[in-house]
């Protein structure tokens, strides 16, 4: 078999901002994307954004901005967005690209020259934040089913693709091809959205209405429908139809798709293909929906978003990445929160893989040398070899929940395997022995970190780092037993997944003691008057500004989590109250030295300043 893969994600509207569900999908695109890179095959992983239409061009108007700027402002969100997350893609596309709109012209021109375009006038019923028309059918109490917001009717020139025309060709190719869409329930959908004629499909707007838009070849005054614009994004981002890439990568495409946007790519994708002659993609891969706290489809237009840099902020984002992938079924909806993460959190990164790591350290240097030691055979761990073959198979069948379930137990049982054998004791009558076991459960470790670095590439990397391992030169390396070579450990090792310190509830009587201090207590608090001299925004955080303080004599660097209240440039100037003793750290690859203080109660913050004129570096008691 030609060991070559093309996954895609959704391209992102930019009337919104980046939230946990685009980021699900990213996160799984990704996922697939390094499993197969690891894997020795030619990947590419596209992603990007969808920039023209009708919603965005009302939000460019609502922000009062030129439509342009507003694309080039939000794309760059979700570019910022991926970073964060550890999305490694090989191209990013927006649909705003000359390369982009040369593919969408040439293939409407094709497909118009066919005859399958065709002048006609629509009536019907269009959501604007769907950007589609509604039959009465498909509404959901009279208002848009996705958004449940009223609908309008609307009757407008349109040119119409005859997609009707090709619904028999589309059953029988779906028949022909029983993988072409999973899981199996959404093939049924569409198999029975097929059984009933489609129609025939809009796909242009009035330049006059709509402005924003690639216009049609053979008509000005009409703009490309969105969804016939966005889903060419596929091809375009390949060169079609000479490029390389489009001939080599284009046969093993795999769209992965929220179910929201089944039937755009389900029964509009395929039959353009069909009539510009394009062969139709592999495996379309559709994911459920992540829903918020109160059990509804996370959406910006509801409201219940929850922000994936938050999470990352906090748990780390390979945690991020972990948690979506292992708790989710693909296919299915999931409620999802930071609780639930949590629980992941500590259960299997902390407490099942990491807390190995430490302890098998701590081992390592007591009684082996602070080496890996010399390779001996496996026992019952080399069973962790046939962790590959059973994971390939669930990986390309979309079961990432049951491939990583199937490492963290075999984690467990290196975790067992080092309790039942116990080499501290062992160690006395026979340290030969209990250096064997700790080999086994290093090389153990070693196998489930090649298995798991898709999922978490930072960590996994850092891990290696602490047990002396090398870096994988591919995903088989995880089939074979004895590779980890007897090489020194680190003296140190950063804690791979620290558990946050839960503040302990105190009992009635040690809360009365905390809440009175003695004078001497509060003069150990150095507080003094700073003024701002240069601010920014954190490089690595949206929370975050990096403040510079003048103390007179002494310049500080100090990060403060007041972006949501205040802009840089608004703080140059100001006097505010420093805490100047405080233990430096580092927040989010920043030392802050110090912390300013604020007055906060609720969503309102607002920073302590002094009343008058005195200069930077006075005392304040
Ligand atoms: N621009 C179109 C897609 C064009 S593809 C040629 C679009 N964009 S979108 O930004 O509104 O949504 C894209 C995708 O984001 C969804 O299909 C889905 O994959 C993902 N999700 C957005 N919200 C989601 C959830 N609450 N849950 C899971 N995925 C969701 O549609």
């Known amino acids: ?3 070559v893969f093309y996954v895609t994600t959704p391209i992102y509207y930019v009337n919104a901002e980046p939230h946990l569900g685009h980021a699900y999908t990213t996160v799984v695109a990704d996922f697939l994307a390094r499993w197969h890179r690891l894997d020795g095959y030619r990947t590419y992983f596209l992603t990007g954004t969808d920039e023209h239409g009708e919603t965005v061009y009302r939000a460019a108007l609502a922000a009062g901005q030129d439509p342009k700027a507003f694309v080039d402002r939000v794309s760059e969100r979700f570019r910022r967005a991926w970073e964060l997350l550890g999305i490694a893609y090989d191209d990013f596309i927006r649909t705003t690209e000359g390369r982009h709109k040369r593919v969408v012209q040439a293939v409407l021109e094709k497909v118009y020259q066919a005859g399958d375009i065709y002048y006609g006038e629509y009536e019907g019923l269009y959501c604007v934040s769907c950007e589609r028309f509604y039959t009465e059918k498909e509404l959901s109490e009279g208002l848009c089913p996705i958004h449940g917001r009223p609908v309008e009717r609307r009757k407008e020139g349109n040119y119409f693709f005859r997609m009707e025309k090709y619904r028999p060709w589309l059953l029988q190719y779906l028949k022909d091809h029983p993988d072409l869409i999973r899981p199996e329930g959404y093939r049924n959908e569409v198999l029975a959205m097929l059984s009933e004629p489609i129609g025939d499909l809009s796909i242009s707007r009035p330049k006059a209405r709509v402005p924003w838009g690639i216009p049609l070849p053979w008509d000005e005054g009409h703009v ?5 614009d966005a889903l060419l994004n596929y091809v375009s981002a390949l060169d079609y139809p000479e490029g390389e890439r489009f001939q080599t990568l284009w046969p093993h495409a795999w769209h992965l798709i929220g179910k929201d946007i089944l039937k755009p790519h389900a029964v ?6 069909k009539a510009a002659g394009i062969p139709v993609y592999r495996h379309l891969n559709v994911g459920g929906y992540l829903l918020g706290p109160d059990g509804r489809k996370m959406s910006k237009t509801l409201g219940n978003v929850v922000d994936p840099f938050l999470l990352a902020e906090r748990y780390g984002r390979d945690a991020v990445r972990y948690y979506l992938l292992r708790e989710i079924p ?8 930071e609780e639930a993460l949590r629980v992941r959190y500590e259960a299997d990164l902390a407490d099942n893989l990491g807390n190995l790591v430490q302890r098998l350290r701590a081992m390592l240097f007591r009684f082996a040398g602070g080496r890996v030691p010399e390779p001996v055979a496996g026992e019952e761990l080399e069973a962790g070899t046939a962790l590959l073959p059973r994971l390939r198979p669930l990986v390309r069948e979309l079961r990432f929940h049951m491939a990583l379930e199937a490492v963290m137990d075999y984690v467990k049982a290196l975790n067992r395997y080092l309790n039942e054998k116990r080499p501290w004791e062992l160690k006395k009558e026979d340290p030969e022995g209990a250096r064997a076991v ?4 290093v090389e153990g470790l070693r196998i489930a970190s090649v298995l798991l670095t898709p999922a978490m590439p930072d960590k996994m990397a850092e891990l290696r780092r602490a047990l002396g391992l090398p870096e994988p030169g591919g995903l088989e390396e995880a089939g074979r037993w004895g590779l980890a070579a007897p090489l020194p450990l ?6 791979l997944f620290p558990k946050e310190e839960k503040p302990l509830k105190a009992s009635p009587k040690e809360e009365k003691a905390l809440e009175q201090i003695s004078l001497e207590d509060f003069a150990k608090v150095e507080l003094r008057v700073a003024e701002v001299v240069a601010a920014e925004r954190h490089p690595n955080a949206d929370r975050l500004l990096v403040l510079r303080l003048s103390l007179g004599g002494e310049e500080r660097t100090v990060v403060s989590g007041i972006a949501q209240w205040y802009r840089p440039e608004d703080l140059v100037g100001k006097r505010v109250v420093l805490v100047a003793n405080l233990r430096p750290t580092r927040l989010r690859g920043v030392e802050s030295q110090g912390m300013i203080l604020a007055a906060q109660e609720g969503e309102k913050l607002v920073l302590v300043t002094v009343d008058g004129d005195i200069p930077p570096g006075a005392v304040v008691r």
Request: hydrophobic share 45%; glycine share 6%; aromatic share 22%.
């Open 1 to 3: 078999m030609e060991k």
């Open 224 to 228: 490309t429908y969105v969804w016939f």
């Open 268 to 273: 509009f994708w395929p039959t353009m293909l």
């Open 330 to 337: 693909y296919g299915q909806d999931a409620a999802v929160g």
């Open 438 to 441: 700790l080999y086994r459960v």
């Open 490 to 495: 680190p003296e140190e090792a950063p804690i």
